[in-house]
C-alpha cells in the first residue's frame, strides 16, 4: 500500500484585521509565560517561550521557543495587571533616564499575573516576525526541566541545530559561555535568536553548551532564517487496524495565516472522507486564526465569548464552512489558549468529538500596548468563555473521550463511527 500523501495548504495570510488579540501561553511565536526583563533578574519565569520568540516551535511547531513542563492549570494566576499602571511607570523610567521595560517588568512582577509579559522592542520585532512565519534562530525550542535545568524539547528537521547533532532531552548548559540554569527561558531563547546581539541576523553565530548522558561538549551554530509551517495536512489510509480513511490537519500554533491555511486544508477533503483535527502540543497564537479556523467546520455562530475590563464581547464564525464532514479533535496537555478556544467551540456546538487529555487550561487573552522607549507590555486584559459558557482558564477542555495511549488509533475508529472514511 502506498504511504501517506503529504500535501501543504495554500498559505494566505490575512492583515489589517481590527483588533489583534494573543494568547501569550507561547504564541506559536512566542515567548510566553512572565515578564521579561533585559538581565533575566526581573519578572516571572517565560516557561514557554520560542526562540522564534514560539519559534515553539519543527514542522508545524515554531522552533526556538520555550516550553512549559512545570505549569499546571490554574496555578499561579496573580491579579490582572493595571495598563495605566505599567504605562505610568515606564513614562517615569524615561523621565529619569531608566529603562522603560525593566520599570514595566517590575509592575507585572508584582501581580503575579504569569501571562503578562514585557519585550524589548527588538524581542517584540522577533516575536511579530514569527507570527507572520518567520524567524531568525537556530531550530530549537527549549523547557524548564527539574532542578532549574534549561532541556532541548524539540529540534526542527534541518535546521542548524539539527545538523549539529542536538536532540530532544538534551540539557541546555550555556549560551555564548553564559549558564542558563535557573534563568527565565525567555532570557535563554533571547539569546538563542541574538536579541542580546547588536546584529542578530542570518548568519551570525551562537555558541551552545551541551550536554547528554553525562558527556558534556559545545558546538558553534550559525542562525538562520526559517520559516514556520504551522499547518500541515496528510491523507491517511484506512486499513481497518488502524481505523477509517482520513485526513489529517495539524495545526502546531495559530500564526497569521493559520486559520486560513486550515480552511484551504478542509476544503481538499473528499466525498465522505472524515477530518482529524490534531491540535495536540499546539502552544496557541492568534485569536482571530483560531476563530477563521472554527469557520471551516462551522456555518456561522459563536465561537466563544470574552470580557475586556468588564465589558463582554463575542467572537463568531463566518458562514459557508463545511459542516457535513465528520470531525474528530485531537487534544493533550500541551492544547493550549487559541487551541482549547477552537476545542471548546467545536465540542459546545456538536460539532465535533474532542479525543485525548484534559487540555492545559490557559483561557486569558492578553493584548499588546506600546511602551514610552518602544518596548512593550503585553497584559492579560480579560478572560474567555466557550459558547456554553465554560469558562477554560485553570480547568481547561475536558474530552468527549479520554484515552491513555494511542489517541490517534481510537480518534480515527471515532472517526470511523461517525461516517468518516470507509
Known amino acids: 500500500m502506498p504511504g501517506p500523501s503529504m500535501f501543504h495548504p495554500q498559505r494566505r495570510a490575512r492583515r489589517g484585521a481590527a483588533l489583534t488579540l494573543v494568547f501569550a501561553g507561547v504564541l506559536a511565536t512566542g515567548a510566553a509565560a512572565g515578564s521579561w526583563s533585559p538581565d533575566g533578574r526581573g519578572g516571572q519565569d517565560g516557561r514557554k517561550a520560542p526562540e522564534?520568540?514560539?519559534?515553539?516551535?519543527?514542522?508545524?511547531?515554531?522552533?526556538?521557543?520555550?516550553?512549559?513542563?512545570?505549569?499546571?492549570?490554574?496555578?499561579?494566576?496573580?491579579?490582572?495587571?493595571?495598563?495605566?499602571?505599567?504605562?505610568?511607570?515606564?513614562?517615569?523610567?524615561?523621565?529619569?533616564?531608566?529603562?522603560?521595560?525593566?520599570?514595566?517588568?517590575?509592575?507585572?512582577?508584582?501581580?503575579?499575573?504569569?501571562?503578562?509579559?514585557?519585550?524589548?522592542?527588538?524581542?517584540?520585532?522577533?516575536?511579530?516576525?514569527?507570527?507572520?512565519?518567520?524567524?531568525?534562530?537556530?531550530?530549537?525550542?527549549?523547557?524548564?526541566?527539574?532542578?532549574?535545568?534549561?532541556?532541548?524539547?524539540?529540534?526542527?528537521p534541518g535546521s542548524p541545530a539539527d545538523r549539529a547533532g542536538l536532540r530532544s532531552g538534551d540539557r541546555l548548559r550555556s549560551v555564548d559561555g553564559t549558564p542558563v540554569d535557573g534563568r527565565p527561558v525567555t532570557e535563554v531563547v533571547a539569546r538563542l535568536r541574538g536579541d542580546t546581539t547588536a546584529w542578530p541576523g542570518p548568519g551570525t553565530p551562537v555558541r551552545i553548551g551541551v550536554e547528554r548522558a553525562g558527556r558534556s561538549w559545545e558546538r558553534t551554530l550559525y542562525r538562520e532564517r526559517l520559516a514556520t509551517e504551522s499547518v500541515t495536512a496528510e491523507r491517511l489510509a484506512g486499513d481497518g487496524a488502524a481505523g477509517a480513511a482520513a485526513l489529517r490537519i495539524k495545526v502546531g500554533s495559530f500564526t497569521r495565516g493559520a486559520?486560513?491555511?486550515?480552511?484551504?486544508?478542509?476544503?481538499?477533503?473528499?466525498?465522505?472522507?472524515?477530518?482529524?483535527?490534531?491540535l495536540r502540543g499546539n502552544s496557541g497564537g492568534l485569536v482571530d486564526e483560531a476563530v477563521?479556523?472554527?469557520?471551516?467546520?462551522?456555518?456561522?455562530?459563536?465561537?466563544?465569548?470574552?470580557?475586556?475590563?468588564?465589558?463582554?464581547?463575542?467572537?463568531?464564525?463566518?458562514?459557508?464552512?463545511?459542516?457535513a464532514l465528520p470531525l474528530v479533535v485531537l487534544v493533550d496537555g500541551g492544547t493550549m489558549s487559541a487551541a482549547e478556544l477552537l476545542a471548546g467551540a467545536l465540542q459546545d456546538r456538536g460539532r465535533a468529538v474532542v479525543v485525548g487529555s484534559r487540555t492545559f487550561g490557559k483561557g486569558s487573552v492578553q493584548m499588546p500596548s506600546r511602551l514610552?522607549?518602544?518596548?512593550?507590555?503585553?497584559?492579560?486584559?480579560?478572560?474567555?468563555?466557550?459558547?456554553?459558557?465554560?469558562?477554560?482558564?485553570?480547568?481547561?477542555?475536558?474530552?468527549?473521550?479520554?484515552?491513555?495511549?494511542?489517541?490517534?488509533?481510537?480518534?480515527?475508529?471515532?472517526l470511523s463511527g461517525l461516517g468518516g472514511g470507509s
Open 52 to 156: 522564534t520568540l514560539v519559534a515553539s516551535r519543527t514542522a508545524a511547531r515554531p522552533a526556538d521557543r520555550a516550553v512549559a513542563v512545570d505549569e499546571r492549570p490554574g496555578d499561579g494566576a496573580g491579579a490582572p495587571v493595571d495598563r495605566t499602571e505599567v504605562e505610568a511607570a515606564a513614562a517615569r523610567a524615561v523621565e529619569d533616564g531608566k529603562s522603560a521595560a525593566e520599570a514595566a517588568a517590575e509592575v507585572v512582577g508584582r501581580s503575579g499575573d504569569r501571562w503578562s509579559a514585557v519585550y524589548s522592542a527588538r524581542e517584540y520585532e522577533g516575536l511579530e516576525r514569527a507570527l507572520n512565519g518567520t524567524y531568525i534562530g537556530v531550530g530549537l525550542s527549549a523547557r524548564r526541566a527539574a532542578g532549574d535545568r534549561t532541556e532541548i524539547d524539540s529540534v526542527r
Open 259 to 278: 486559520g486560513e491555511q486550515v480552511r484551504a486544508a478542509a476544503a481538499e477533503a473528499l466525498p465522505g472522507e472524515g477530518i482529524l483535527l490534531d
Open 292 to 323: 477563521t479556523a472554527a469557520s471551516a467546520f462551522l456555518d456561522g455562530g459563536l465561537v466563544a465569548t470574552y470580557d475586556v475590563q468588564g465589558s463582554q464581547r463575542a467572537l463568531e464564525a463566518r458562514t459557508g464552512g463545511a459542516t
Open 372 to 414: 514610552a522607549d518602544g518596548s512593550v507590555a503585553e497584559l492579560t486584559v480579560g478572560h474567555y468563555r466557550t459558547p456554553a459558557g465554560r469558562v477554560v482558564d485553570g480547568r481547561g477542555i475536558a474530552p468527549d473521550l479520554l484515552v491513555r495511549g494511542d489517541a490517534e488509533e481510537r480518534a480515527r475508529t471515532v
